[in-house]
C-alpha cells in the first residue's frame, strides 16, 4: 500500500507485556517449552514401547497404529525442542524481527510428518481389508494398552495446552492438540479392539486403523495451512484487530485512527498502524502520543510484539496527496530575498503545514514589520498556487 505522505512515526520492538504484567522473556519461554515437552518425550517413549509390544502380542494392527503414531510424536518432540531453542534468540542484525517464524516453520514440519504417518497407516490397513486373510485377530488385554494411552494423552493435553495458553506458543499449541489427536485416536482403538473380539467382526480393528490414519492426516493438514497462512502474513483475527482499533481511539491525543495492518509471527505478532492527531501540533508532541500508544498496545494486548505508529495531520486516505509541493527549501528561497530587502537577518520561526494538498505557512519574526513591509513578505507567496495561507507574527520577547 503506497501512502501519499507520512508525516512522522515511532517503531517499537520489545517483548509483548501482557494486561498488567510482562510475558516470560524468550530464554524463560524457552524453558517453560523444554519442560513441558521433555515430559512428553518421556512418556511417548514409555508409550510408544508398550502399544508396539503390546499391539505385536495381543495381534491388534490399530493398536500397533496407534504405536507409530506415538513414535511420530516423539520425533516431533524433538522438532519442537530445536525450533523453541532457535526461536527464542533475540533479534539480530539479519532478523531484526526476531525468530519467530522459525516456530512457524517447524509446525509446517510437524504436520508434514504426521500427515505422512496418517497415509502410511491407511495404507497398510487398507491393505489387509482388500486381505482378509491378512487380518490379524486381537487378544482381549489389547484393551489396557489402548486405556492406558488414552488416559497418558488425554493428560498430556491437558498439561501442554494449558503451557502454551500461557505463553502463546501456536507451535506448543499444536504439539498439545496432536496430543489430543492421540488421545481420541487410541479411542477409536480400543473401541475397534472391543468390536473385534466381543463382536468378533475382525475388519474392526482394520477399520479403526484406518480411521486413525485420517485423523492424523486431519491433523496435520491443518496445522500445515495455519502455518503457511502465517508465512504469507495473514493478518489477526477481524475482532482482535477491532478490538485494536477502538483500543487506539481512547488513547489522549488521538483524532482518528486508519489504516491498521496486522500479521502473525509465531506466537505474537507485528501491527503498524496510522495515527491521526491535531494539525498544528509539535513534532515532539506527536511523538509522544505515538509513544503513548505504543506502550498502552503493549500493556493491553500481549500478543502485540512489534509495533511501528505513523502520525498524521489529517486522513491521508481521503485528504489530497502532499507529495508534489515544493520543499522548505524551496519556499525559503522566495522569502530570504524579502527579508534582506527589509534589513531582517534572520527569521527565528517559519513552520510550515503540508495539509490537504496545501501549504499554510506561519512566519514568526523578532522585528515588528509595518502593515507595508508585511504586504510585502505575503506578496512574495500570493502568486504561488500552493500556498494556501500566511501567517505573520512578531515575537514577544
Request: proline share 3%; with cysteine; hydrophobic share 45%.
Amino acid at each position: 500500500m503506497s501512502h501519499s505522505h507520512h508525516h512522522g512515526h515511532s517503531h517499537s520492538h520489545s517483548p509483548s507485556l501482557e494486561a498488567g504484567g510482562s510475558t516470560p522473556s524468550g530464554q524463560r519461554r524457552y524453558q517453560q517449552i523444554k519442560k513441558v515437552t521433555l515430559i512428553g518425550a518421556l512418556v511417548n517413549i514409555g508409550l510408544a514401547s508398550a502399544q508396539l509390544l503390546g499391539g505385536f502380542f495381543a495381534q491388534s494392527q490399530a493398536l500397533i497404529a496407534d504405536g507409530v503414531h506415538t513414535l511420530s510424536d516423539l520425533a516431533s518432540d524433538f522438532v519442537v525442542l530445536i525450533a523453541a531453542k532457535l526461536a527464542s534468540k533475540d533479534a539480530d542484525e539479519d532478523h531484526p524481527y526476531g525468530h519467530g517464524r522459525i516456530e512457524t516453520v517447524a509446525t509446517i514440519i510437524l504436520g508434514l510428518s504426521l500427515s505422512l504417518v496418517g497415509i502410511g497407516i491407511a495404507f497398510d490397513a487398507f491393505g489387509r481389508l482388500s486381505n482378509p486373510e491378512a487380518l490379524l485377530n486381537p487378544k482381549p488385554w489389547g484393551l489396557l494398552f489402548a486405556a492406558i494411552a488414552i488416559v497418558s494423552k488425554e493428560s498430556l493435553f491437558h498439561y501442554t495446552k494449558r503451557t502454551a495458553n500461557e505463553i502463546n506458543s501456536p507451535m506448543l499449541l499444536a504439539n498439545a492438540w496432536h496430543h489430543r489427536s492421540d488421545a481420541i485416536s487410541s479411542l477409536v482403538v480400543l473401541i475397534g479392539i472391543a468390536g473385534a473380539i466381543f463382536l468378533d467382526i475382525k475388519w474392526l480393528d482394520a477399520a479403526a486403523a484406518i480411521v486413525v490414519a485420517l485423523m492424523i492426516l486431519y491433523m496435520g493438514l491443518q496445522m500445515i495451512k495455519g502455518s503457511i497462512m502465517e508465512l504469507v502474513d495473514t493478518a489477526l483475527d477481524p475482532d482482535q484487530v477491532q478490538g485494536i482499533h477502538t483500543f487506539i481511539e481512547t488513547i489522549d491525543g488521538v483524532k482518528n485512527v486508519h489504516m491498521l495492518r496486522t500479521r502473525k509471527m509465531g506466537g505474537t505478532a507485528l501491527a503498524d498502524v496510522h495515527v491521526q492527531v491535531d494539525s498544528h501540533i509539535s513534532v515532539s508532541e506527536g511523538h509522544h502520543i505515538a509513544e503513548r500508544v505504543m506502550n498502552s498496545l503493549q500493556k493491553e494486548f500481549s500478543i502485540l510484539q512489534d509495533i511501528t505508529v505513523h502520525i498524521d495531520p489529517e486522513d491521508d486516505e481521503t485528504a489530497s496527496p502532499c507529495k508534489h509541493l515544493p520543499s522548505r527549501d524551496d519556499i525559503l528561497s522566495v522569502l530570504d530575498p524579502v527579508l534582506q530587502e527589509l534589513g531582517i537577518n534572520k527569521s527565528n520561526d517559519i513552520v510550515l503545514h503540508y495539509l490537504d494538498g496545501k501549504i499554510s505557512l506561519s512566519i514568526c519574526l523578532e522585528t515588528k514589520l509595518s502593515p507595508e513591509d508585511i504586504e510585502k513578505v505575503t506578496s512574495a507567496y500570493n502568486s504561488n498556487e500552493n500556498i494556501e495561507e500566511i501567517s505573520v507574527y512578531t515575537k514577544c520577547l
